[in-house]
């Protein structure tokens, strides 16, 4: 943990309120930056944020320390965008359905051309969206946050092997997404 | 061996949680196909894991809503804990009453009983 947020973590948990804002200040925009991959939506990811500090302030004579602070916001804002996300999807009376196929309408092209790292990046930023939001959740807050599987289970309140199983679907359908078969590869393959 | 029974340990080859048997092994290095998707997979968590750094930035106003939003959770706090202080306090003044009584019903019973007895 960098010193000066640790030092803040302290004077915080000792009842500075300024210290806490301090922290805020230091770590909004990256606690904004993982709501957004999490919900796929500003709008969201705003409410999210807000709702992850607060439980942050309330919970703060929790944090033991052990843990990188901008972890345990992980954590939390794993937490608050899956209850946002419920919620959510019960107002709209849909189903978050992981079966649900996601239709790929882009034209085949070669591999090849998306060796380009830049490109690759900013599609994939593309395929992330595309993503059935439980698939999503899972893939970003371990391959991109590097969160174990125990606290995303946790955090997403399901079991270790289901969190593995939508890893495992995430990645699948993100290396389907970005590496599309050229037909008839997909020709000679049936 | 064919190439589908792999597909699900080549990802997690790619990110080393899994590490392939001798067969599946000897599969991946004789088949372009596997071969292509074992990179594939590599390229996907190298992007994701470059991502790691990147912090988009949020639309202003944001900042000024969390602490908003902070400084009104704090002040509910404040009020709710001064309620509860209240309330122990009372709570605290009527345990005491209680105690002092009693402790003076049986002073006096045992003045009485005391009394009783002498006479």
New interface residues.
Partial sequence: MPQDVAHLVTAARDGD?AA??EL??AT???T??LA??LTGN?ED??DV??DA??RA??GLSRFRGDAQFSTWMYRITANCANTHMVKRAKHRHEVLDEANPIADDRPASD?QLQ?D?TA??SR??DALEDLPPKLRQV?VLR????LPHEAIAAELGISETAAKVRL?RA??K??ED??PRRVEEAAD?V | MRCEELSDDLAATADGSVLLGRNERRHVERCLRCQAELVQYRKVLRAMRAMRTEVLEPAPGLLSDILANLEAAGERRAIRSMIQGHRAAYLGGLAAATAAGAAGAIVYANRARRVRAAS
């Fill in positions: 309120r806490f804002d805020v200040r909004y925009a990256e904004f930056t957004l991959r500003e990811a705003r944020v807000q500090y607060i302030f309330r591999p060796a790292a690759l990046r994939l930023t893939v391959d991109i946050y590097d495992h990645r699948k993100l290396r970005l590496f393959a």
